[in-house]
């Protein structure tokens, strides 16, 4: 259900955007650059981020601050790789502990241009994540856990050399040896930088 309210957010955002395109912001002969982004003919980007990170374990309501650092490379106009670091904030789990987390991942970006500007994404891909379970007044532990991951989106061109990214992201993770997999659900948005 969270996953379906996402993805109509993201379509009413694809739609709206598109009513850019039709007065004519950018002229037909705009270069068809990286990611099929108008204006720059460069594969290699940076991107930086900042969202909200909310996870399924039950007796948690609070959303977290998280944020993100990623690097990519263009293959073609509708294919990426890329790697990212996330920072997952810190989570009050009450009885005064709490839950650290960062993430570390290797994505396969499929990316579909809709307009000259608009273009929609999805990632497949594989995170590395790990939990820092702190108790006040105790040494705290670190859980590791791999696996898949996945993310979709919607990307708008705003310059030459510069995307906005709205993103949600999926990552997994656990919080002790024998506890079950949780998710790390983060809503996004960031700012790309193309070299």
Do not use: C, H
């Not at 993201?10 to 850019?20: D, E, H, P």
């Not at 670190?142 to 989106?153: E, F, M, R």
């Not at 040896?177 to 070299?195: G, M, Q, V, W």
């Amino acid at each position: 259900m969270k996953l379906a309210k996402i993805i109509v957010m993201l379509l009413m955002v694809m739609v709206t955007t598109t009513s850019f395109a039709a007065r004519g912001r950018y002229d037909d002969t705009y270069d068809q650059g990286s990611m099929g982004s108008a204006g720059s003919s460069s594969k290699f980007y940076l991107g930086a981020g900042l969202g909200s990170m909310k996870t399924d374990i039950p007796t948690i309501s609070a959303n977290a601050l998280a944020w993100s650092l990623y690097a990519g490379t263009a293959i073609n106009r509708n294919l990426a790789i890329e790697v990212a670091y996330t920072n997952l904030g810190s989570t009050d789990l009450g009885a005064s502990q709490y839950l650290k987390g960062t993430t570390y991942s290797l994505n396969l970006v499929g990316n579909i241009p809709v307009t000259q500007i608009v273009s929609m994404f999805a990632k497949f891909g594989f995170a590395n994540t790990g939990v820092y379970v702190e108790t006040s007044g105790a040494a705290g532990t670190t859980y590791s856990n791999a696996a898949p991951t996945i993310g979709l989106g919607v990307m708008i061109n705003a310059g030459k050399k510069t995307d906005v990214r709205i993103a949600y992201d999926n990552y997994k993770f656990i919080l002790s040896n024998t506890s079950p997999t949780y998710n790390a659900d983060i809503t996004s948005i960031s700012l790309i930088y193309k070299f």
